[in-house]
């Protein structure tokens, strides 16, 4: 059993910031790699970014250069800094994590409840 916490989500006004953490616990044997997702009402689920094992990064085109997402190996938390936020980026932000639970294991996409991320113009 894997779980995964999130936290960091609210309501931030135009240009504000703000930081989101996520931390794994539970069966985890190996970590592929980590990432944000996010999803508006309406709209499907995308990648905002994600950090791989060997600790490169990958971003959505809407958010380079405003967000940074780090990993914390020790703590198998991964983080995502978001700065200069804007009324586009309101949505519901869910963790993601791709990990094996066993050696001989597949490794599995495990997903967090969410955060609501609010922006307001």
């Known amino acids: 059993q894997v779980h995964l916490v999130e936290s960091g989500g609210g309501l931030v006004q135009a240009g504000g910031s703000l930081r989101l953490s996520c931390a794994a616990s539970?069966?985890?044997?190996?970590?592929?790699?980590m990432g944000w997702y996010r999803q508006a009402p309406g709209k499907q689920r995308e990648l905002v970014a994600a950090?791989?094992?060997?600790?490169?990064?990958n971003y959505a085109d809407s958010v380079k250069g405003r967000f940074t997402i780090s990993r914390d190996r020790a703590k198998n938390t991964v983080y995502l800094q978001m700065n200069s936020l804007q009324p586009e980026d309101t949505a519901v932000y869910y963790c993601?994590?791709?990990?094996?639970?066993?050696?001989?294991?597949?490794?599995?996409?495990?997903w967090g409840h969410g955060t609501q991320v609010t922006v307001s113009s």
């Open positions: 993601n994590l791709n990990a094996r639970d066993g050696y001989f294991r597949l490794p599995i996409d495990y």
């Open positions: 539970g069966s985890i044997f190996s970590i592929n790699g």
């Open positions: 950090i791989s094992s060997d600790g490169s990064t």
